[in-house]
């Protein structure tokens, strides 16, 4: 089984945006042990996509197209596809008939400008892959022994597409070997931290291998397993698994993939508890990460983004003299600001973040990076002390990020 | 002028990590007017290598590859260029130097492993391009009317030497046209409306093109102009941007590549005037974007983020008829939400969001999706009803997208 990924679009070539559906389609595709040999990425230029198509059926037996699916005269997919397969292109009611109910849905009866229409022609003897979360149907291109499959390029309708329609597609279509993988996922230990810890484990193992990586401020180990079937792989899978989790148990925080928020979710919830948040630094993002969880309603009570220090003093009660005597960063203001929202909003826990997330407004004694994180908690009040590197956004992710995993440990 | 992009790893293909030097590289190479035509990704495996580097060698000008120098047998792109080019591999003394001077800095005299040697090897006639961030020399092969260079795949190496050496060695050896881009942004229209304004436009440029594209719920026109200098594609852009910004004023906000969330900042700042949130669906993530500028501590007061009803009466001061009779999702408790935080906070505007970001929580009357949004300014109280298709994390980007979008058009 030999798979092949094509990516259209100018706007990668001119480096605009960072092409992540390709690493989506790579990960997906190897759950399902579908090999991948190539990926070529090429612009919206007629010419060039049918060059590129042409070779990738030549020597592949699953090509995976995304992006070009857009109503747009810049939008080649369909046609480079009819022209490569040699079928023509014929309109598909029951994907116009979808298209059209996108439009009344968000805009009313009668609002679909008429070049989206345009998107409901498909190869003939294509099947259209339904799109739920935006106007450009997929579609898949059985051929002798080949199939094509084409999927939009924004990632928000590519990603659900992919998972309800084209992977249980492969799976079927293409039996063989399986990939099956198990992710670890840490906080509170860096990538080489982890490394250290495990070197033995990782220089060792040939089936599952085990690779440690990291990606959003998290780290992560993946154990990766090829077998005849799920069971077998899983099979493999578990004793390192279980060697990995024994050792590295103070950092380990799912086994399944999840994020810190969804288990912090977990947590409060098997406790029966409640979390209210008073944000300096970090500016809501913590807010927003916590509000990422289905259900958060249930056990986030509020948060408070208290950028000024009248609103530290007016609704969390944070003292005007600690604010004068210590300033806004300090541990002091940190402490204040977690018992009080936690005061304020009649929670369990109240967590706070002071910092300074720059480029500006540091000084030598309070650099940028300086973050102080407290966790008010029913018995006592803790605080943290940490310096972050990189640019503002980094300042912000790392603090969110410490706050959380600060927040998980408790709740252990 | 074509240019070419191979990226050499297998773990780019396992959808192990996302490629970002693909990205770097392409807006360097635009940046000295080099057209990038295609972008391939291949393996670590010695046939496909040689196999695309030949195909790339064929059809470009310029061919830069990134990856496969390590030290590792895995590492196969000196060998590979050196039979693509038909050079043998010759040791570099002055690499060899460079290498060893490296791990004598970092851990003494004599602690060059074995493998590292094989890095100072060059195809015959290559100049190696010195790298201060790591081990593996990089190299620029000259051939008859093109060029191969090769740059290690880890990005922290990669970057700077291609900044400190290859992009001089470009701009020099490829003299010519260069590419000029322009990026126009716009909020509270969609891709296919745009180009539906401007369709004649976009049918009629050749120099510079006319390209819409959408990414993170903003869409954007691309012009793309190629001329002797930079000034001169200006000229050509500016008669072009100025046509395309008459008919679309209602919905450009950057005309420089802009965030809407710095737009505002600027707009504040030039207004002296002042900014509180209050969240309910989104959890923070207003904030958070507003608070990614730099500065932003100036004109953003606070924020709440009320997702208890008893939050939004304490801190905001809803009346708890208001959520009786109409609901917390209701254009009545929107228009408080507003008001009341304009008030706590002392702020010029008071921007609030409440709405069903699903999955749970959808009635036949209330649907998950549906989000008001309600901006109270000095004068007076906008309330905005949308409904917005998609999963949680989008219904939650696309209201904190459609409240900065309200901010901006009332501050203009």
């Known amino acids: 089984m030999r798979g092949e990924l094509v990516i259209i679009g100018t706007e990668l070539l001119l480096g605009e945006i960072v092409d992540t559906n390709a690493q989506f389609l790579a990960r997906g595709l190897a759950s399902c042990g579908i090999n991948l040999y190539y990926k070529s990425t090429v612009g919206d230029n007629w010419v060039r996509i049918v060059e590129t198509l042409s070779r990738a059926l030549s020597r592949s037996d699953l090509v995976i197209i995304s992006g070009g699916l857009g109503p747009t005269e810049d939008d080649l997919t369909r046609g480079a596809v009819a022209a ?32 989206n229409r345009k998107q409901a022609y498909l190869p003939r003897g294509a099947s259209a892959i339904p799109n739920h979360w935006g106007t450009a149907p997929g579609f898949i291109l059985e051929l002798p022994g080949k199939a094509i499959v084409a999927l939009p390029g924004v990632p928000a309708e590519l990603e659900p597409m992919f998972a309800q329609t084209v992977l249980p597609y492969c799976r079927q279509r293409f039996q063989g ?20 810890l495990l070197k033995d484990i990782i220089l ?57 928020e969804e288990v912090i979710g977990q947590q409060l919830t098997a406790r029966g508890q409640s979390l209210a948040l008073a944000e300096s630094c970090t500016g809501g993002l913590v807010g927003h990460r916590i509000t990422n969880v289905a259900g958060s309603s249930r056990y986030f009570l509020r948060g408070y983004v208290v950028y000024s220090n009248a609103a530290k003093v007016s609704d969390l009660g944070v003292q005007e003299s600690t604010l004068a005597q210590y300033g806004a960063v300090s541990p002091q203001t940190a402490q204040e600001m977690a018992e ?20 500006d407004g540091g000084t030598p004694e309070k650099p940028v990076g300086l973050v102080y994180i407290a966790l008010a908690s029913p ?13 503002r956004g980094q300042v912000k992710e790392r603090s969110a990020q410490a706050a959380l995993t600060l927040l998980w440990k408790n709740l252990r």
């Open 84 to 115: 490569v397969a040699n079928r023509p292109l014929e309109l598909d009611e029951e994907a116009l008939e979808a298209i059209e109910a996108y439009f009344r849905r968000r805009y009313g009866e009668g609002q679909m400008p008429p070049n």
């Open 177 to 196: 070997d399986v990939l099956v993988t198990k992710n670890l996922s840490f906080a509170g230990i860096g990538e080489a931290g982890l490394e250290e």
């Open 204 to 260: 060792s193992q040939t089936n599952p291998t085990v690779a440690p990586y990291a990606s959003q401020g998290m780290v992560r180990i993946r154990l990766t397993a090829r077998a005849a079937t799920e069971e077998e792989g899983e099979a493999l899978i578990a004793p390192v698994a279980d060697m990995i989790a024994a050792r590295t148990e103070p950092y380990l925080f799912s086994t399944t993939g999840q994020a810190l």
């Open 340 to 359: 009080g929202v936690r005061r304020a909003a009649g929670a369990d826990f109240g967590l706070a973040i002071t910092g300074i997330a720059g480029p």
């Open 379 to 391: 018995g006592d009040t803790i605080v943290e002390k940490h310096h972050f590197a990189g640019a």
